[in-house]
């Protein structure tokens, strides 16, 4: 059984590593913030004061962290991923960032001998906690094949998308549009509201009709309950659609729903709900 490393065990990675660790993989961990791996250490894992030593200790590395800022940093710090990377170490980035931070971080992985996916995930806290996340993965396909186990216990599904920076624009482009519906899900919540209907008969006509979906009936829920615990921080779906926003600069692509959508989070996080979860957008309405 290979052993496996895990970076990043914030919200996403810790409930992802611990299911590593129930499905009795050896497994050694690091997060900036140490605190959050108190409990993956408690179930059986290996904590480690640096990414480089993550690296050193395992054959497949995963990392899971917020975003392409902290993806770049824990690989390209001076005790970072790059600096274990040798001939047949694998890295496994399941974060969500652009095509070209992927790009980047596959380069300089593949440059040192090592072997690169990059594994973003649709899903949120409690699909990372049930093992129910979808997994898009690009880059070495042999690699893909090898972390099945791994996968298996993660998500429900994966599938292989190509070559570096497809899975990062396959991800954007299922954030763009949850991100896009969530907003315009907010506002009809708010609108009826506003006329003195019920929002709980507005849920069960929509679980009835064409517009059945999970999101709805689960963000519908948090709103009526004005339940805002963060199962996806609303601070990261600005981050995904301001990404989606630039792949279409660079494409030349107008998004104007997706625009919109952004303004909307990017008034949530001035009005200070950035680390609530992603239907407080419906706040802004208010």
Not at 280 to 285: G, I, Q
Request: proline letters at 3%.
């Amino acid at each position: 059984m290979a052993k496996y490393g895990f970076i990043g065990t914030g919200l996403m990675g810790n409930a992802m590593a611990l299911n590593l660790i129930n499905a009795g993989h050896e497994l050694t961990v690091f997060n900036r913030d140490a605190s959050k791996c108190k409990n993956l250490v408690e179930a059986g894992a290996k904590q480690v004061g640096t990414a480089l030593e993550v690296v050193a200790a395992a054959d497949i590395t995963f990392c899971m962290v917020s975003d392409p800022q902290a993806a770049l940093s824990v690989c390209f710090s001076p005790h970072g991923v790059i600096q274990g990377i040798s001939q047949g170490k694998c890295y496994v980035d399941m974060s969500t960032v652009d095509p070209q931070t992927a790009e980047k971080i596959g380069i300089s992985v593949q440059a040192r001998g090592g072997l690169y996916l990059e594994a973003p995930v649709s899903g949120s806290l409690q699909p990372a906690k049930d093992g129910q996340l979808v997994i898009m993965a690009a880059g070495d396909q042999a690699l893909w094949q090898k972390v099945q186990p791994a996968f298996e216990v993660m998500g429900k599904k994966s599938v292989f998308l190509g070559e570096i920076g497809a899975a990062a624009s396959m991800k954007l482009a299922v954030n763009m549009m949850m991100g896009s519906m969530m907003s315009v899900f907010g506002e009809a919540m708010s609108d009826v509201d506003s006329c003195n209907l019920k929002g709980q008969d507005f849920l069960d006509i929509l679980s009835e009709g064409a517009l059945a979906c999970p999101m709805y009936a689960g963000k519908g829920a948090a709103l009526l309950g004005e339940n805002y615990s963060a199962n996806f921080p609303l601070k990261h779906l600005q981050k995904d659609l301001r990404l989606a926003i630039q792949i279409g600069d660079d494409k030349q692509l107008p998004l104007p729903s997706v625009a919109t959508a952004n303004e909307a989070f990017k008034r949530a996080c001035q009005l200070g709900l950035a680390d609530e979860d992603m239907c407080a957008v419906a706040k802004t309405v208010k």
